[in-house]
Structures are given as structure tokens and as C-alpha cells.
């Protein structure tokens, strides 16, 4: 209790600093990151994209239970399908930041343009979150009517239930269950599919566009999604001898998630390099000469967390770390999303010298004069140096406070634990 007590407050304190850094954002607007006219997606969106994909890893482990019968996962299941519904709901939150003025947001309702996909990934997004719920709900509610819900040491909720009535609630759980499962897993793979959609479609930005993001993006939910359940799933249960086929199936899943991503994503590098000309062999030399550091620690991160979950499965150690850093190269993946694609000028001019010929990038306005009158900075760019500010990384870990902060909450207060578990 004392560790959840302080766990809860540290949160609880980081989620504060990064509203108020919000709303000092809101009051500055975006002038406050390091995002510019040629540079308009960063940090806020590279983390948009990660939660999509925890999301969607959630509900696919719940589904799988009565899809394709992995009946190991059972016990875990309602955890699956909670982690689904706040990461789905941390993807929503994250989108707020990164608009100047967040109230426009309702314009996505007001307003919607069929023929843009931001309209149609917030209605898969929002019905994936209420899907995720409901999913959640009808897993739990045989034993919120027999336990209750624990809110500050209250329970409420629970009811004064005869063994008969319990017998066919859980017979009703498990028939929506199996109802909702074939629904739950389209929709787990839709919420990738879109959200890819929404960069890949993009045409003048070379670094995504093309048919095999959202492969990537599936494959990148299928590997951070499992190992965000077994962080969630240890908190919970702990490390149980009857847990270890479940924890060992999770581990496998994203271990050979990650294995198949690295696949695609170096096959898809294999063909521009062989092109070796053309706007998407530019994009590729740019993330082994400017972005080699962070390229690098997306690999390295992804191949440490496959071997050590394939091997250290049977521990709490080799469980946790290999989750934990399985997820930071999944993190390192989703920022590498920005760079090369913002910083290939879309407008180029062809221009002619004697016999030869080349292209020239045509300069973006920053949007801010910066430097002195003797010293000034220039104000047109086809390179721009992003690096997340301190406003950016503050409203950032505040997300990821706030939801850790409800997810916490939520793992204490609703029974997800089986009866026979409780004690």
C-alpha cells in the first residue's frame, strides 16, 4: 500500500506540472516547441502514434482468448482489455497538445471532411475506446455484482447475489465475450490501419508513404501492445506458477512481433537502397546520416527485448526489463516517424548549370524571427534541427503520468482479480 501510495503521488504530481505546462502552451501557443512551419508534427504526434499501437495490442490478446482459442490468456484477459481503453483514451489526449488551439478539435465533428482520414481515424479511435469498455464491462461484471467496485477504501456496486444468479451472469459474460470478440480484433487491427493510413497517404512525404506502414504499424501494436500487458498483468498478479504459460505466450507474441517488424522495416530500407536515386533513397540517407543515433537505438532496443524475452520468460526480471525496453525501441521507432519525413523539402525546383542539373529544395518561412539585428537567424529553411523543448517533454511525461495515474487506479478499484486470487 505504501508503494501505491507514493507510486500514486509521484504521478499524480507529474500529471499537475504538465497541465500547467499546457495550459502555459495554450496561453504562449505552439512558438513554446521546437515545432515550426517546416517541421509541424514532432514529439505529441510520435506518441499519438506508440499509444495507438499499445491500444490495439490490448484488445487483440483479449480477443484472442475465444478467436483463436488461447485459453491461457484467459486469466488475464480483463487487464487486456483495460490497458486497450486508457491507451486508446492516452491516443485521444495526445492529439490535444498539438494543436494550438484544442477547442477546435470539435470541428473534427462539426465540420467533418470525408476526403481526409484524420475524421475517420477519430471515429475508429473513439469506437475502438468505447468498444474497449464495454469489452472491459462485460468481463467484469459477474464479479463487480458479487464483489463491488473499491473507491477510497468504499465499495460500491455490490450486490447481496444468490449462487444461481452469479451462474448466469458469468454464462452471459462469456457469451457477449465471444460476441464482442470478433468485433473487438477488426477493429484492434483497424485503428493501426487507419492511423497509418493517415501519414502514409501523404504523398509528398516520402519517408511514409507507400502500402507497407501499415504492416509496420500492425506489427509495432502486436509488439508493444502484449509487453504493455505483462507490465500491467505483474502489477496484478504478480508471478504465479499458473501464470507462467500466459506470461510465456505474451512474451513469445511480441518477441516474434518485433522479429517480423525489424523484417519489414529492412526490407522496405533494402529496396530504396537499391533504387539508390528518387526522393525515398533521399529519405533513407537522411536516417543513416543525421538520425543514425536514434536508428540505432530503435534496433539495438528491439533485438535486446526479443532475446530476452525469448529466453528469460520464466522471470519477473527477465519479464519486466524485456518489456520495459522492448517498448523504449517501439518509442524510438514511432519519433523516428517525424524527422526524415519532415525534412525532405516537398517543393523542389529543377535547375540547370551548363550540362548539369539538380534539384533545389525550395525554403520554407519558419514563422519566427530569431537572432538579433546584427546577428539575425535566417527566417527560410529546408532543414530544420527538431529536438522536443522542455514544454514539449513536460506535457508529455504529464500524459503518461495521467494515464499510468487512472490505469493504477482502476487495476485497484475494479475486481479483476478471479475469486479465488482475491486474497
Known amino acids: 500500500m505504501r508503494k501505491y501510495n507514493l507510486a500514486m503521488l509521484i504521478l499524480g504530481i507529474l500529471a499537475i506540472i504538465g497541465f500547467i505546462a499546457w495550459i502555459y502552451q495554450i496561453q504562449k501557443g505552439l512558438i513554446v516547441t521546437n515545432m515550426r512551419n517546416p517541421f509541424s508534427w514532432g514529439l505529441y504526434i510520435a506518441m499519438w502514434a506508440f499509444y495507438v499501437g499499445t491500444a490495439a495490442g490490448g484488445l487483440v490478446v483479449s480477443s484472442a482468448i475465444y478467436i483463436f482459442g488461447a485459453k491461457q490468456l484467459k486469466p488475464i484477459a480483463p487487464v487486456a482489455s483495460l490497458t486497450a481503453f486508457i491507451f486508446a483514451v492516452a491516443a485521444?489526449?495526445?492529439?490535444?497538445?498539438?494543436?494550438?488551439?484544442?477547442?477546435?478539435?470539435?470541428?473534427?465533428?462539426?465540420?467533418?471532411?470525408?476526403?481526409?482520414?484524420?475524421?475517420?481515424?477519430?471515429?475508429?479511435?473513439?469506437?475502438?475506446?468505447?468498444?474497449?469498455?464495454?469489452?472491459?464491462?462485460?468481463?467484469?461484471?459477474?464479479?463487480?455484482?458479487?464483489?463491488?467496485?473499491?473507491?477510497?477504501?468504499?465499495?460500491?456496486?455490490?450486490?447481496?447475489?444468490?449462487?444461481?444468479?452469479?451462474?448466469?451472469?458469468?454464462?452471459?459474460?462469456?457469451?457477449?465475450?465471444?460476441?464482442?470478440?470478433?468485433?473487438?480484433?477488426?477493429?484492434?487491427?483497424?485503428?493501426?490501419?487507419?492511423?497509418?493510413?493517415?501519414?502514409?497517404?501523404?504523398?509528398?512525404?516520402?519517408?511514409?508513404?507507400?502500402?507497407?506502414?501499415?504492416?509496420?504499424?500492425?506489427?509495432?501494436?502486436?509488439?508493444?501492445?502484449?509487453?504493455?500487458?505483462?507490465?500491467?498483468?505483474?502489477?496484478?498478479?504478480?508471478?504465479?506458477?499458473?501464470?507462467?504459460?500466459?506470461?510465456?505466450?505474451?512474451?513469445?507474441v511480441s518477441a516474434a512481433s518485433a522479429a517480423g517488424l525489424l523484417f519489414m522495416y529492412y526490407n522496405d530500407f533494402l529496396v530504396r537502397w537499391w533504387w539508390e536515386a528518387g526522393r525515398e533513397h533521399d529519405a533513407l540517407i537522411l536516417v543513416f546520416r543525421d538520425y543514425l543515433a536514434i536508428h540505432a537505438a530503435e534496433i539495438i532496443l528491439l533485438i535486446l527485448g526479443i532475446i530476452i524475452l525469448a529466453t528469460?520468460?520464466?522471470?519477473?526480471?527477465?519479464?519486466?526489463?524485456?518489456?520495459?525496453?522492448?517498448?523504449?525501441?517501439?518509442?524510438?521507432?514511432?519519433?523516428?516517424?517525424?524527422?526524415?519525413?519532415?525534412?525532405?523539402?516537398?517543393?523542389?525546383?529543377?535547375?540547370?548549370?551548363?550540362?548539369?542539373s539538380f534539384e533545389w529544395s525550395y525554403p520554407i518561412a519558419v514563422g519566427e524571427v530569431r537572432g538579433s539585428l546584427m546577428n539575425p537567424e535566417p527566417i527560410f529553411v529546408d532543414y530544420w534541427n527538431y529536438v522536443p523543448s522542455p514544454v514539449e517533454i513536460t506535457i508529455t511525461i504529464g500524459v503518461f503520468a495521467l494515464i499510468s495515474f487512472v490505469l493504477l487506479f482502476l487495476l485497484k478499484a475494479l475486481p479483476v482479480k478471479e475469486r479465488a486470487e482475491a486474497a
Open 312 to 356: 528469460r520468460y520464466s522471470s519477473v526480471s527477465g519479464l519486466v526489463s524485456g518489456s520495459v525496453i522492448i517498448n523504449l525501441g517501439i518509442l524510438a521507432h514511432r519519433y523516428l516517424l517525424m524527422p526524415p519525413a519532415y525534412n525532405l523539402i516537398p517543393t523542389r525546383i529543377a535547375v540547370i548549370l551548363g550540362y548539369e
Open 92 to 252: 485521444m489526449l495526445m492529439v490535444l497538445p498539438d494543436l494550438g488551439r484544442p477547442e477546435r478539435v470539435f470541428n473534427i465533428l462539426l465540420y467533418p471532411n470525408p476526403k481526409s482520414l484524420l475524421p475517420w481515424d477519430f471515429l475508429v479511435l473513439s469506437t475502438y475506446a468505447v468498444l474497449s469498455a464495454i469489452y472491459t464491462y462485460v468481463q467484469l461484471r459477474p464479479r463487480i455484482a458479487e464483489r463491488g467496485i473499491t473507491i477510497f477504501g468504499k465499495t460500491i456496486m455490490k450486490r447481496d447475489i444468490k449462487a444461481d444468479e452469479l451462474a448466469r451472469l458469468r454464462e452471459a459474460s462469456e457469451r457477449q465475450a465471444k460476441i464482442l470478440a470478433p468485433i473487438a480484433l477488426p477493429f484492434a487491427i483497424l485503428i493501426h490501419t487507419v492511423t497509418a493510413w493517415v501519414l502514409a497517404t501523404q504523398l509528398s512525404r516520402p519517408w511514409w508513404y507507400g502500402g507497407l506502414l501499415a504492416p509496420t504499424f500492425i506489427a509495432a501494436a502486436l509488439t508493444a501492445g502484449p509487453a504493455v500487458v505483462i507490465l500491467a498483468s505483474l502489477i496484478v498478479y504478480g508471478f504465479k506458477e499458473e501464470l507462467a504459460q500466459t506470461y510465456r505466450l505474451l512474451a513469445k
